[in-house]
């Protein structure tokens, strides 16, 4: 099997909206487009934390930057008719569960909401050929059990977060069906397993929240260690999700829904990642709960990625050592001072995209 990679022939030139640029993995992907040559234009709201990965690696310098709510249908309207973008990639979401609990109305509103103003912004656009929406592993209805999920398994969401990826996995497919494919339009969902890299910094994700406490000299506290999670290298799924795009783009009838995710076998507890990461780090303690504390969380989540390696040849690069070795170089790279963000991103790309043979559609 063609190991296949983003072709930077295809998104030469390509005119591309990128919601969420200012966001983690938006910030990597708005980085990677434009290294292959694409005219990105990203709407967002600002980073919502210092430091950021926006920030850090000048995203705003390569590509065509805007702040702007995806919650207001005429703002995004104004945005996609100015720039007439011929695929659309749609991450901009409220993207964390323990939020999701404190905040459910702006979760539902900007991932429920914010999708169908996007998806409505396209209506009648003739420009547009392709859109990938992220959603995420968590759209499935977790019965925990030890069997991956695949793309045809039931919808749900205990927390107001999954719940609204998977009302908006309905909202996609409604106006993939009702408006988009019949105007020629290829709309597809990705649904990616955890994701950690270099350049995170949000709160209430594990490697993020380790980077901070123990450059702080702070033990972290581990509340879940035993829980299972199918984590990758941010650049998995975002090659997934440009495949995904290029994939559509030539061939309207595989636009469906999508995971992305590593092996199987290469989901891992909480408690193994952070081993690793402590290690790779080189400094930290680690204090460990019990699972008793805060909301509901899912104890065990897998995802079946046959679909993505069998129809659109993506499949896992790095395995997990690989994955959290990257990751915390990356931290200690920039930790270090003196090395710029943008080029420790370039330096990954490229290292990524070398494991793999480019592959023309």
């Not at 705003?60 to 659309?88: G, H, L, M, Y």
């Not at 290829?186 to 709160?203: F, L």
């Amino acid at each position: 099997m063609i190991v296949r990679n983003a072709s930077p022939q295809f998104w030469h030139g390509k005119q591309v909206l990128l919601t969420g640029h200012t966001g983690f993995k938006g910030a990597w992907l708005a980085l990677w487009l434009s290294q292959m040559g694409a005219k990105v234009t990203g709407i967002s709201l600002p980073p919502n934390s210092t430091p950021n990965l926006f920030t850090l690696a000048n995203v705003a310098q390569v590509i065509d930057s805007r702040f702007a709510d995806i919650r207001e249908a005429d703002v995004v309207s104004n945005v996609v008719k100015k720039i007439e973008p011929e695929i659309v990639l749609h991450l901009a979401a409220q993207a964390l569960v323990r939020p999701g609990y404190k905040d459910p109305l702006g979760t539902f509103a900007t991932n429920v909401v914010g999708t169908a103003n996007v998806l409505n912004s396209l209506r009648g656009l003739d420009s547009v050929k392709s859109v990938v929406v992220v959603t995420t592993d968590k759209v499935y209805k977790n019965l925990e059990r030890t069997e991956p999920y695949r793309e045809t398994d039931i919808l749900g969401g205990h927390d107001p977060y999954s719940a609204s990826k998977a009302a908006s996995e309905i909202i996609i497919s409604s106006y993939r069906d009702s408006y988009l494919a019949e105007q020629g339009v290829a709309v597809a969902s990705a649904r990616a397993g955890n994701v950690i890299g270099g350049g995170d910094w949000s709160e209430d994700r594990l490697i993020p929240d380790a980077v901070r406490a123990w450059d702080s000299g702070l033990p972290l506290k581990i509340r879940r260690p035993n829980a299972v999670r199918p984590w990758q290298h941010v650049l998995e799924p975002l090659n997934g999700y440009l495949v995904l795009a290029e994939k559509i783009y030539a061939n309207l009838s595989l636009a469906d829904a999508y995971n992305f995710g590593p092996n199987v076998n290469e989901a891992a507890t909480v408690e193994m990642v952070i081993k690793l990461a402590n290690q790779a780090y080189g400094r930290g303690s680690l204090l460990w709960g019990d699972g008793a504390d805060g909301p509901h969380e899912a104890s065990l989540l897998s995802l079946e990625i046959s679909k993505a390696q069998e129809i659109l040849g993506v499949t896992p690069r790095w395995n997990l050592a690989q994955t959290i070795g990257r990751t915390m170089e990356w931290y200690c790279q920039q930790r270090k001072g003196g090395v710029d963000a943008g080029l420790l991103c370039e330096a990954d790309i490229l290292a990524f995209t070398g494991a793999g043979k480019f592959d023309e559609l």
